[in-house]
């Protein structure tokens, strides 16, 4: 017996979303029904008969009356085995967790590749219902997490399906890059919520101070110790406690942290009795931990302690498309922060920072936002305030009097010669000569020359066509 097309309804207010995954899904021999609105859909569901009921749903998130995250919660309980693609423009952690704290089957931004929602589609077929995730009381803020670059998307992802799970994490990337955030995401978003988010940075500590900064001692334990000192495992019991640059750990601390890891229990410094405790650990590191384990720097059994789920928080060079929506919140906070007027900025001044390399990241473009807030003399940052260590435009250099005579002389004769606006003659020409000398600069390198001008490549790009430079 020929088994049946798989039954695909899919709901999103964009017909042209709708067109486009209904010609992929009947090529891919799929049956579908499209749907413009989720209160249609759900009335559709209540009138077929169970054995034409969808094998997979597709819904969109932001729609005209019911949301596709509201459409979630009521097909939890009225189709509980069928899966849910949800479908986005809109990308952002919260709505990530949403969807598959929803019991969404995944989460997929747009723009999305249709070979991955098609075998996306055939892989929830074959998933026999959904987990059901109980729901956990969420924050009433957190700080804020942006991004709409794929690797950004990858890291909501990871943080939505851990949601309801307290499973031990290792974050790693660059100094930087919100290795924080993430964790305490994940604590925000897990079971251990409502209970204490204990954060520890195992670098700043000297080593015969982390010790008991991690487990605690008895008074009389060292000379000094005089009274009794609770440790972070301690202070985190029932909730999440964030180790951040694991990697830097001693030998010896590593071993007592496997035990702890391990056991649930450990021993205050100059203690008798073992202390129970229930603390989910949540490591993170900007080192090559493997590599540091081949190298006898890092213990292995405790590195696949900690490596249970890995996320990778990407540095800023490769999420370049967030940097302007980095730049507008971060401004606003600083503003904020400083009591100063909020300022804006302009495309050019954003094209200049995304050319930059950002070695430190976003915690690097967070100060650079506080110093333009402080530093930028107008309420719409410009190229010009860029500073030259950023990517701006370097101060002027010596002979800029010589030439400014000539232009004054050269502006005294056209008005004596001419009704011409001096601009519209000059400006055309002033331009030709200085892309021409930074292209020559350059060998043709456009992106170099762009510097050179203080432009961006776009700014670039724009002028040579306005003037008909090849």
């Not at 305490?184 to 700043?204: C, E, I, M, Q, Y």
């Not at 909020?342 to 200049?352: G, P, Y």
Request: aromatic share 6%; net charge neutral.
């Amino acid at each position: 017996m020929a088994k049946r097309p798989l039954r695909v309804w899919i709901v999103d207010d964009d017909q042209s979303v709708r067109w486009v995954l209904e010609k992929a899904f009947k090529q891919a021999s799929m049956e579908t029904r499209c749907f413009e609105r989720a209160e249609h859909l759900l009335k559709a569901i209540d009138e077929v008969p169970g054995s034409e009921s969808p094998d997979v749903l597709i819904t969109d998130v932001r729609m005209p009356g019911m949301s596709g995250l509201a459409l979630l919660g009521r097909l939890r309980s009225s189709q509980p085995n069928l899966p849910v693609i949800v479908i986005t423009a809109y990308t952002d952690l919260e709505n990530a967790v949403a969807a598959y704290k929803g019991g969404a089957f995944e989460y997929l931004p747009k723009p999305f590749d249709i070979d991955e929602v098609v075998a996306l589609v055939h892989k929830a077929a074959r998933v026999d219902g959904t987990e059901n995730i109980d729901d956990t009381a969420r924050p009433d803020s957190m700080e804020s997490m942006i991004g709409q670059a794929p690797a950004m998307q990858d890291v909501f992802r990871a943080i939505g399906r851990l949601a309801g799970s307290s499973m031990t994490v290792l974050i790693t990337g660059e100094s930087g890059t919100g290795k924080e955030l993430v964790a305490r995401a994940l604590h925000d978003h897990s079971p251990r919520a409502g209970k204490a988010f204990v954060a520890l940075n195992t670098a700043a500590i000297p080593g015969d101070l982390l010790e008991t900064e991690l487990f605690g001692h008895e008074k009389g334990a060292f000379t000094g110790a005089d009274a009794r000192r609770i440790g972070r495992f301690e202070q985190a019991n029932g909730g999440t406690l964030f180790l951040d640059e694991i990697g830097d750990m001693s030998p010896a601390l590593q071993t007592r942290l496997l035990r702890v890891l391990a056991e649930s229990e450990f021993y205050r410094v100059g203690g008798q009795t073992p202390i129970k405790v229930d603390v989910r650990v949540i490591a993170a590191t900007n080192q090559d931990l493997p590599r540091a384990v081949k190298e006898s720097r890092f213990r292995e059994d405790l590195f696949h302690r900690l490596n249970v789920i890995r996320i990778n928080t990407p540095p800023l060079r490769k999420r370049r498309d967030d940097i302007p929506l980095l730049l507008n919140h971060y401004l606003a906070e600083a503003a904020r922060e400083l009591g100063a007027a909020a300022k804006s900025i302009d495309a050019d001044a954003i094209e200049a920072l995304q050319d930059y390399g950002w070695p430190g990241n976003v915690r690097q473009l967070v100060n650079v936002t506080r110093r333009l807030t402080l530093t930028a003399p107008g309420r719409v940052i410009t190229a010009q305030d860029i500073p030259g260590d950023l990517g701006g435009i370097e101060p002027p250099q010596r002979g800029v009097k010589e030439w400014t005579n000539t232009l004054a002389t050269w502006a005294q004769r056209q008005l004596n010669d001419s009704e011409a606006p001096l601009l519209a003659t000059a400006l055309p020409e002033f331009e030709k000569t200085l892309i021409s000398i930074a292209m020559s600069r350059t060998n043709g390198h456009r992106q170099e020359a762009a510097k050179l001008l203080g432009w961006g490549r776009n700014t670039l790009a724009r002028k040579m066509k306005a003037l008909h430079l090849n």
